[in-house]
């Protein structure tokens, strides 16, 4: 059993990695977070290892990613002023993973996971919302609303060209 799950972990730590850190936002959160998956997880790998357990990790990753944001809820805060940008960078690529992974902290943490899910893992909506536990018709909701919140807080990010990489 230890074994196997220790393969599982060397081999899908780095996607589970990215995962949670576009859930947090924050490299040290995510290392945090995956620690925490992987703990979880490790419990029960008789039952899932048979199954997907990439798929309850990743769930795993959401729920714990859910209850550390509930418990330090950080309440936005209205300015009179909005504050200043950042000098631009000549490294437009740069410029633009800062803007999205800022805008992306503005949404929800559920907006958040369905776009992760979505568009960064790939997953169909059926499996999004198998892995969040909620309706296919949810998880349309909440990506419509976490684009829509993107288009509105982020609008330099509109029209720019998609470039898939190899993962």
Known sequence: MAETFREFVVHRSPRLSRTAYLLTGDHQLAED????????????????SDGDPEAYVRRVMYHQQISWWRRRRITERLQSQPPERAATDTAEAT??????????????????TVLVLRF???????????????????????GHDALRRLREIAPELVDVPVERSAR
């Open 33 to 48: 977070l995956l620690q925490a998956a992987l703990a979880r997880t490790y419990r029960h790998w008789r039952r899932i």
């Open 120 to 142: 960064y893992e790939d997953l169909t909506e059926a499996q999004v919302a198998q892995v969040l536990g909620c309706s296919v018709g949810t998880v349309k909701r909440h």
């Open 95 to 112: 410029v633009l993973r800062l803007s999205l992974a800022t805008a992306l902290r503005r949404l929800t943490p559920r907006q958040r």
